[in-house]
Every structure is written in structure tokens, then in C-alpha cells.
């Protein structure tokens, strides 16, 4: 039975309570909240054109702090098609370890969903770049956070929304006015879609993460939009992993594992022609879930060495972005 958002709100501004964690619990993690964010849920072509007048949502994020008192620097993590899972709790548990708070969003839960992946049509990917903004938002004010060393990480459906929050337009459109993310960081994210004003992007590192061998998102159209990037002279780079494939990090797969329901668009080529008008640029007409680019199967497997590499990457980039001690 699904509960109405104003029951919701109510449950979760009642857990926004201090957990103290006992000597016998795992370090570093000193206090633990839960929040409820207010957000909207929009189609894409509403996202595109600025529209507000979406179905409201109220979605829960878990805030993990490290340390009992001071500021910290913060990272936001966004779930991919399947919600928050075990990935996201390890990447937590590494950022409290270097004395760094992680704020984990659940876009699906409030919204009724349990997982998107074989039904990309329940949620489109941009509605979690407002979830992203609201994060950020709520942050910025919070009294054990530093509003100028906020980062944003997200896998997969997550990776997508992260990547595209560096726009300058779809920040101006949703985003706090008074806040910024001080660095992006996509793992296995989407960049079939060329939105206009897209290498219009944030001024802070930029950083993608991607197996070679990824056959749910294909790693050449983030080659290209880097290439792009580049060009413009932003601060992005997309590191590679021979044969990893998707979810390379999620520890708890085994190394290959065939996903046959989930939907992929490897052939799709996407861009946005006008503001709110998504198009295939093969057949030159409009873009649905239902088009025939859309196809279904893929292949998930752990790829420890390249997981150990892409943790140490972060960690070094957030050590200079945040200047951690």
C-alpha cells in the first residue's frame, strides 16, 4: 500500500533524530539522520522547458557523519535503476573514513517505485537531477556542513542525473541559487543524450568512470562528450577499465552476470533539437521509450581491480578538492 506524501513527510521529519553509535559499532560513523526532501516528478520534455508544475514528491535521504562535532565536507550519492544498494553504503562507509559525511538519496522509494530497470518509462533520468539541486540545497544549510565542499557522485540511471547537473542550464532552471557542487563524479552514466547548452558546464572537476566492456551504457558516446568537453576547455576527464563492465563496483555481484529484462539503447543517438524536443537523430524522429533503439539485455559483473582503482582516484581527487587533511 503506497502512502500519500504528506504521511511520508510526516515519518521521516520524525526520524531526523541523532543516533549515537556505540565503541562496539563500526568507526568512524558518529551520528546518522534521516531526512525528507521535497522534490517534483516531471516528464523530460517538462524538465526541458523549465516547467514546475510536475507531481510533488517527498523522497528520504540517509546523512552519515563521521565526526561528533565541526564542518565537514559532504558527498551525495544518487542510486541507479535498481535504488540504493549495497555499493552505495560501501562508498559511505569510504568516505566516513577519510573523515568525509555522505548524504544517500533514495529517488524511488517516496515515489512508489522499487526499480526502473525494465521500466525506464516510471521515472526519466533528468527528475533526478532536481533530486540532486534539492540535496544540495538542503546541505547547504545544514549547521554540521560546509556549503563550499559539496560533491556529487552517481552509478548508472544516478551517474546520468550527476553528469548533467554540471549544466549551467539545468542549474539556472533548478538549482539553489546560493550553492554549487564543488565536483561531479559518474560511474557507468549515460551520455547518449546531446542536450542544448550541454558543454556550457560547472567550472569543477568533472570526472567519469567507465568499464570498456559495458554493454548496458556503452562507454563511446561518454568518449565523445568528453572529447567535446574538452574542447571548451573544461576540467573533465573520463578514466577507462579494460573489460570491466557495468556496475563494476557493486561488490556483492559476482564477476559476470547476464540482466536479460533490463532495457539498454546502445544504437540510440539522442539530441535535444529545441527545448524540450528530444529526437532520434537516425530515423530524424521524436524520441520515446518505445522506440526501437531501445532494446533489452545486458551483463553486470565486479571487477575488484578496477573498483581499488576508481576508490583510489576519488579519494585523491576529493583529498585536493575538499583539502583533507
Same mark, same amino acid.
Given at each position: 500500500?503506497?502512502?500519500?506524501?504528506?504521511?511520508?513527510?510526516?515519518?521521516?521529519?520524525?526520524?531526523?533524530?541523532?543516533?549515537?553509535?556505540?565503541?562496539?559499532?563500526?568507526? %568512524?560513523?558518529?551520528?546518522?539522520?534521516?531526512?525528507?526532501?521535497?522534490?517534483?516528478?516531471?516528464?523530460?520534455?517538462?524538465?526541458?522547458?523549465?516547467?514546475?508544475?510536475?507531481?510533488?514528491?517527498?523522497?528520504?535521504?540517509?546523512?552519515?557523519?563521521?565526526? %561528533?562535532?565541526?564542518?565537514?565536507?559532504?558527498?551525495?550519492?544518487?542510486?541507479?535503476?535498481?535504488?540504493?544498494?549495497?555499493?552505495?553504503?560501501?562508498?559511505?562507509? @569510504?568516505?566516513?573514513?577519510?573523515?568525509?559525511?555522505?548524504?544517500?538519496?533514495?529517488?524511488?522509494?517516496? *515515489?512508489?517505485?522499487?526499480?526502473?530497470?525494465?521500466?525506464?518509462?516510471?521515472?526519466?533520468?533528468?527528475?533526478?537531477?532536481?533530486?540532486?539541486?534539492?540535496?544540495?540545497?538542503?546541505?547547504? *544549510?545544514?549547521? *554540521?556542513?560546509?556549503?563550499?565542499?559539496?560533491?556529487?557522485?552517481?552509478?548508472?540511471?544516478?551517474?546520468?542525473?550527476?553528469?548533467?547537473?554540471?549544466?549551467?542550464?539545468?542549474?539556472? $532552471?533548478?538549482?539553489?541559487?546560493?550553492? @554549487?557542487?564543488?565536483?561531479?563524479?559518474?560511474?557507468?552514466?549515460?551520455?547518449?543524450? *546531446?542536450?542544448? @547548452?550541454?558543454?556550457?558546464?560547472?567550472?569543477?572537476?568533472?570526472?567519469?568512470?567507465?568499464?570498456?566492456?559495458?554493454?548496458? $551504457?556503452?562507454?563511446?558516446?561518454?568518449?565523445?562528450?568528453?572529447?567535446?568537453?574538452?574542447?571548451?576547455?573544461?576540467?573533465?576527464?573520463?578514466? @577507462?577499465? %579494460?573489460?570491466? $563492465?557495468?556496475?563494476?563496483?557493486?561488490?556483492?555481484?559476482?564477476?559476470?552476470?547476464?540482466?536479460?529484462?533490463?532495457?539498454?539503447?546502445?544504437?540510440?543517438?539522442?539530441?535535444?533539437?529545441? %527545448?524540450?524536443?528530444?529526437?532520434?537523430?537516425?530515423?530524424?524522429?521524436?524520441?520515446?521509450?518505445?522506440?526501437?533503439?531501445?532494446?533489452?539485455?545486458?551483463?553486470?559483473?565486479?571487477?575488484?581491480?578496477?573498483?581499488?582503482?576508481?576508490?583510489?582516484?576519488?579519494?585523491?581527487? $576529493?583529498?585536493?578538492?575538499?583539502?583533507?587533511?
Amino acid at each position: 500500500m503506497m502512502v500519500s506524501a504528506a504521511v511520508l513527510a510526516i515519518v521521516l521529519a520524525a526520524l531526523v533524530v541523532p543516533v549515537q553509535v556505540t565503541a562496539q559499532a563500526a568507526a %568512524p560513523l558518529s551520528r546518522l539522520e534521516m531526512h525528507p526532501l521535497k522534490s517534483v516528478t516531471l516528464s523530460e520534455a517538462q524538465f526541458l522547458t523549465g516547467a514546475r508544475d510536475g507531481a510533488p514528491a517527498v523522497i528520504a535521504a540517509e546523512l552519515r557523519l563521521p565526526r %561528533p562535532t565541526g564542518r565537514l565536507p559532504a558527498v551525495v550519492l544518487l542510486h541507479g535503476s535498481s535504488g540504493v544498494r549495497a555499493n552505495s553504503d560501501r562508498w559511505a562507509r @569510504e568516505f566516513n573514513d577519510i573523515g568525509v559525511a555522505a548524504f544517500v538519496v533514495d529517488s524511488f522509494t517516496g *515515489r512508489g517505485i522499487t526499480s526502473t530497470a525494465a521500466d525506464q518509462a516510471q521515472l526519466d533520468s533528468v527528475v533526478m537531477i532536481i533530486d540532486a539541486y534539492r540535496a544540495l540545497e538542503m546541505l547547504a *544549510r545544514h549547521p *554540521r556542513i560546509d556549503p563550499a565542499r559539496i560533491a556529487l557522485m552517481g552509478f548508472s540511471k544516478g551517474g546520468f542525473a550527476t553528469l548533467y547537473s554540471s549544466m549551467k542550464r539545468f542549474r539556472r $532552471l533548478y538549482g539553489p541559487s546560493d550553492a @554549487e557542487f564543488a565536483a561531479y563524479f559518474t560511474f557507468y552514466g549515460t551520455c547518449q543524450k *546531446r542536450f542544448l @547548452e550541454d558543454e556550457d558546464v560547472a567550472d569543477r572537476p568533472i570526472r567519469l568512470f567507465h568499464g570498456t566492456a559495458d554493454d548496458w $551504457l556503452p562507454i563511446e558516446p561518454c568518449r565523445r562528450y568528453v572529447a567535446r568537453l574538452q574542447k571548451a576547455g573544461k576540467d573533465v576527464t573520463l578514466t @577507462e577499465y %579494460p573489460g570491466a $563492465l557495468h556496475a563494476f563496483d557493486a561488490h556483492y555481484l559476482p564477476p559476470r552476470l547476464s540482466v536479460p529484462a533490463v532495457q539498454t539503447g546502445p544504437t540510440c543517438d539522442l539530441a535535444e533539437r529545441s %527545448p524540450g524536443q528530444m529526437m532520434n537523430v537516425r530515423t530524424g524522429q521524436p524520441f520515446s521509450i518505445k522506440d526501437p533503439c531501445i532494446e533489452r539485455g545486458a551483463t553486470v559483473g565486479y571487477d575488484p581491480g578496477a573498483h581499488q582503482k576508481a576508490l583510489k582516484a576519488v579519494t585523491e581527487i $576529493l583529498s585536493a578538492v575538499f583539502k583533507l587533511n
